[in-house]
Structure formats: structure tokens, C-alpha cells
């Protein structure tokens, strides 16, 4: 008599813990990278945003000078908003242009009265250091001088 074995396999559903922990190791690698690499694209973001708004701003103040020296009527003032986070060119009642900062960027108190008077020749009367903080809480700075078309970005 030949005695016959019958192996039988179980058929598991699932997977080993080696399997397991392959996955979660290239798994953890690959998230260490895109935190990483996101780290560095929000950095660019905000220096691409602060350069923007410095530009901005500038070009704001010369185009209210311009208006004022074009109208030659009267002349206006702007007006730096803290709460509201915005820039704005008034002449007496009329709101002329409107500037926002971005979102997350706190503009500083300009003056006392925040405000910059532009008399109908386009020219400033008074000299100030414009300052806003960017989203990583630098402070960031632009003065204008007296009576001149002057207006620097200081790093």
C-alpha cells in the first residue's frame, strides 16, 4: 500500500508585515521630500509677494502724484489703512485708487495720521518710512523723501 500525502495551502487574505513596512517606509520618504520641497515654494511665494508689493506700492504713490500734477485742481492725500490692510488715494471726498496687501501681510503705522499729502503739483510734503510685515513676520521698509519723486526700498 503507497500512502499518499495531500499538502493543502490556505490561502491567507492580507499582507506580511515586511510587505507592510516597505510600504510604509517609501511612503514616509516620499513625504519627507514634498514637505521639504513645499517649504522652499512657500518661501519663494512670499519673497516673489514682497518684491511685488514694494513695486506696487511705489507705483502707487507716483501714479497719485501723477494724477494730482495732470488734474492740477486740487491736490489729495493717501491713505494707509492698518485695519483694512489697504493704501488709498482720496482727493477731498472721492476715493480715487485702492491698493490691497496681500493676504497675511500687516501694513505698520505710517504716520500719525497715516495719511501723506500731495499737493496739486504732484509734489509730497511730508517724508515717511512706509513699513509692512510678510506672512514670516520680516518687516519690510520703503522711505520717501520731501518734495522729491523719490521713493527707496530698504532691505
Known sequence: MKSEFVICRI???????LELLLVMSIFSILL???LINLGA??????KVEVDLTDNNIINFINKSKAYCRDNGKEGGYIYFDENNESITFIIGLDE?????????FILNKVRDDNKIKIDNR???QDACSIKFKDRKGE?????MCVGTAYVEIKY
Do not use: R, V, Y
Request: charged share 20%; aromatic share 12%.
Open 11 to 17: 490561502k491567507t487574505k492580507g499582507f506580511t508585515l
Open 32 to 34: 519627507s521630500f514634498s
Open 41 to 46: 515654494f512657500s518661501k519663494i511665494t512670499n
Open 96 to 104: 480715487i485708487f485702492k491698493m490691497k496687501l496681500p493676504d497675511g
Open 122 to 124: 504732484g509734489i509730497t
Open 139 to 143: 518687516i519690510h521698509c520703503l522711505t
